[in-house]
């Protein structure tokens, strides 16, 4: 086949020796390999912990929004008790000052 | 038209239709960078002078080429920013500053091994190309760090869409650099229909089909990058919250 005729190697370890340059061919070509998957696999992990933060901040704002109605304030005193910092940089003060005021934000 | 590109800004609206577009971005790039780097490692022939080492250009050529693409791209969001107050064109500045560090970092470090055989030194000081090539790196990373010390959201996207905007006479430099000081670094060599000669088809279509890949790459990791700057910077927005509790 003219395809197998085209392959410039005879052997599997012609073709990792790259006539003579295996160290400088593969190191370019593993740097690529890499690059690509780091800049691929670090924005989906990103994504994956954004989506589980803002998964729980939704958790939370039902739950203060529910106890609120029943017993207003309590809840919000024991979010900003928590006062941590979570993905997206807010306390739990803030998050719970968040849920009164719903933005509307999607155009620009 | 103008509803179109208020459209186009609308963080929703991006976020929606890269959801639609990003899987298919996604076949072609794996097509296209899987076609170019079999091409290259199993077909292609062995330069008469560089050897196998001519491998190493497809990838360099490609990377090297893009890599050029960064500061015109964040100069265009810059100016969206500064003249329409754009969200979205901000958000893909300060993702492109990033990745467009990656790419001048790969530039250097592929054509150092490139040249360690070729010219026989891993990096020259006096070259203009390589200089300006480090200078680019350095401005990407600047551009990066000035976003991240700017705590004011708004000041920092001018800031950053100002110093991309002045970068560009950067990439004006890089671009001529070989013709203009003709030092260590050469100019590309001509494209040719004869197979065989030192720019030949098997060489350049390979290398077209790279930049081609390369450029498909840029966009998925920049898409992605994009999406979760949306989801971050419009967490309070009821559609954010909405698709989340969709999820749930």
Redo the contacts between chains.
Sequence with gaps: MDLINAIQFDSWAEFIDMGGYAFNVWAVYGLFALFIAVNILVPLRRRSALLRDLRRRGRIEDQVALNSAATPGVQTAKAESRGQLDETGETASQRAVDTRRPQQGDNS | MWLWF?KL????WFYELSTKWLPWLVVATVLV?GTA?VWA??????DYQQ???S??LV??VA?AGTSLAFFPLMAVAGTITLVW????ADMVAKNAAA?GA?FSF?TL??GS??G??SWGTWWEWSDSRLVSMLFQFFLLLGVVSLRSALEDTDKAAKACALLSIVGCINVVIIKYSVEWWNTLHQPASPVSLQSGSANGPEFWIATALMILGVYL?LS??LI??T??EI??R????????EM??A??
Excluded: C
Aim: hydrophobic content about 50%; proline content about 5%.
């Design positions: 208020a800004g609308s963080p929703k960078i780097t490692l199993l077909f292609l022939p062995p050897g196998y080492t491998r190493i990838v360099h990377v107050k754009m969200k979205l990745l990656w790969i470090a592929t091994i490139w360690s055989v790459f998925v990791s992605l990058s999406r979760n989801l971050q419009e967490r309070r927005a009821l559609w954010v919250k989340i509790a999820e749930r």
